[in-house]
């Protein structure tokens, strides 16, 4: 089955500094790479997706880049704020909906 | 648009104990999914329906858990009986569609065993 490394697992910055989380995958069939945000208390909230045929996609702050013959696919946030600070996990998806996820990168943005 | 609803939210329970969680999912979505949380990592899927069939439970402990989708709508999960391993947040989410799409979560139930 799908096997996701997710890295770091804790990240710390400043306001206004950018941030980089990394995920591996081991499926060549997964296709669909989604990155949730979750914050305490509350159920994973899709931030941003890619699909295979993409290799990045920007949506404001956001960004996120697949390398397909790597089986790497990264998140990016530019500008963060302390809103930003949250529990992020990267996913993938070969394509029948059995999403296996990363084990998750605390993300501080401290003001 | 309602969101997934999830209920209870929190419950505490002695080993050995039975304890059932409920799940609504955003209307029209034929995908439900129950994920299980433990504390420090991503979520892992015990589940996936498709309407009211079952698509995948190969991740599911099926000697102490069950799942059911009542009317391809409803779901219930079920525990019996509870081990303190089983202490976890329960996902429910549901998508329009199977793979490739947005999966929508709930907010959870927080399973303590004790």
């Known amino acids: 089955g799908e096997n996701v490394e997710q890295h770091p697992s804790t990240l710390s910055v400043q306001e206004g500094d950018s941030a980089v989380i990394k995920c591996t995958y081991s499926d060549s069939a997964s296709n669909y790479f989604p990155w949730y945000k979750q914050e305490l208390g509350k159920g994973p909230q899709l931030i941003i997706d890619i699909r295979s045929n993409v290799g990045e996609k920007k949506d404001q702050r956001i960004a996120v880049t697949l390398n397909k013959t790597a089986k790497h696919f990264s998140l990016h946030i530019t500008e963060t704020q302390p809103e930003d600070s949250a529990v992020y996990f990267c996913a993938a998806d070969p394509s029948y909906g059995k999403l296996t996820f990363g084990q998750g990168t605390i993300l501080t943005v401290h003001p | 648009e309602a969101g997934v609803a999830q209920s209870p939210r929190y419950k505490i329970i002695e080993k050995r104990q039975s304890v059932a969680f409920w799940c609504n999912p955003i209307s029209g979505h034929a995908t439900l999914y129950w994920y299980q949380q433990i504390l420090g990592q991503g979520p892992k899927l015990l589940i996936q329906f498709q309407n009211n069939g079952v698509v995948d439970d190969s991740q599911l402990p099926k000697d102490r858990f069950s799942a059911e989708r009542l009317k391809g709508v409803d779901s219930t999960l079920k525990i019996q009986p509870a081990k303190l391993e089983d202490s976890a947040v329960y996902l429910c989410?549901?998508?329009?569609?199977?793979?490739?799409?947005?999966?929508?979560f709930g907010q959870g139930t927080r399973l303590t065993v004790v």
């Open positions: 989410a549901s998508s329009p569609t199977g793979g490739g799409t947005e999966a929508f």
